[in-house]
């Protein structure tokens, strides 16, 4: 078990981190802007090779990587043949593209997966009524198990979430619901109830039901391309809103951050995830991808996030921002990240000691 959670982790980060770092590398040329280095992690080469003038390197420790660009640094020399090809000497819009290419990368890839994965064919609950709970609408309309609901006021239903979303969305207004049982078709008119649920967050909220469950048989749903891919932009921007919303929810403290998993919660989920098949893990690498993307983008020095940061300040007011200020910014910025990944590491162990 631990050699398939070791195996899978670093297939999954090599995967992410390769696209990532692509992002940058592939802006970088277009960019006209030298590319020294593309590693694959961190610390000692393990093993490289030049190919022009940049050395593709893969590293040590696999968690994370880097694009060393051309005269990236104001320390860096470079010959007066290549200042046109240095990043410095970029005009403050290509360097906010070159950087910001990594975490689009990320969601671009977390976009392509879920398109792949609609294509395919994905499990869906049917619209067959598995149960009807006493004292709901539902029931005292007359609904039983194994009805098939044909449609909610004139519009077709073929899947349980569809016929959720539409119920969900009644706001206690009457319902026109065409079922099918035993080969005939009835009509029922009942209004939703309004009862206390509870969120993805565990926060109570309103929620409007009548008192149906799903039915355990699914059918494979395939879409075409065009539908598939326009799917995939919604589950990516779905994941990225709940992303967003955890992470202002742990800031209020709202969301508690022992939530929050480092590599080894990585390693196991990823483990877990290929055992189940192909499918449920690279569903799981575009999960992370958007996550990445999300985290990258955090206005933390030395997180891709805290040099877009400086360069929009940059942008906007017409001057780079003083280089004093943002070293000590980038120090500030590791300090905090150390912090991060200690802090990870410790919710892992508690994890598996089971504290």
Known sequence: ?????????????????????????????????????????????????????????????????????????SEDEISEDDEKRSFLRQHVSKRIGIVAAGPAFNFLFAVVVFAIIYMV???????????????FPAYEAGIKEGDIILDINGKDVSSWSE???????????????????????????LRAKLVKSKNIFGEEIDS????????????????????AFWAGIEQSWFITKITLISIAKMVKGDLSPKTLGGPI????????????????????????????????LLPVPLLDGGHLFFY????????????????MAQQIGFVLLIMLMMFVFYNDIMRIFGK
Not at 3 to 32: D, P
Not at 276 to 296: K, Q, R
Not at 314 to 324: D, Q, Y
Request: net charge neutral; with cysteine.
């Open 1 to 73: 078990m631990v050699g398939i959670n070791i195996i899978s982790v670093v297939i999954l980060l090599g995967v992410l981190i390769f696209v990532h770092e692509l992002g940058h590398f592939l802006v970088a040329k277009c960019s006209g802007v030298g590319v020294l280095k593309f590693s694959l992690g961190f610390g000692p080469k393990l093993i490289g090779k030049k190919i022009g003038e940049t050395e593709y390197i893969i590293s040590l420790i696999p968690l994370g990587g880097y694009v060393k660009l051309l005269g990236e640094s």
């Open 208 to 227: 409007y039901k009548i008192g149906i469950s799903a039915a355990p048989d699914t059918v494979i749903e395939r879409l075409n391309p065009f539908s």
């Open 312 to 327: 929009i300040i940059e942008l906007v007011s017409g001057k780079e921002v003083n280089v004093r200020w943002r070293e």
């Open 121 to 135: 064919g994905v499990p869906v609950l049917t619209s067959e009524v598995g149960g009807v709970q006493e004292g």
């Open 163 to 189: 016929l959720a979303g539409i119920i969900f969305d009644s706001k206690g207004q009457e319902l026109k619901i065409r079922i099918s049982r035993n080969n005939e078709i009835n009509e029922i008119r």
């Open 265 to 296: 919660l990585i390693a196991q989920m990823a483990g877990a995830r290929v055992q189940e098949g192909i499918m449920p893990f690279v569903f799981f690498m575009a999960l992370l991808s958007i996550n990445l993307g999300i985290i990258n």
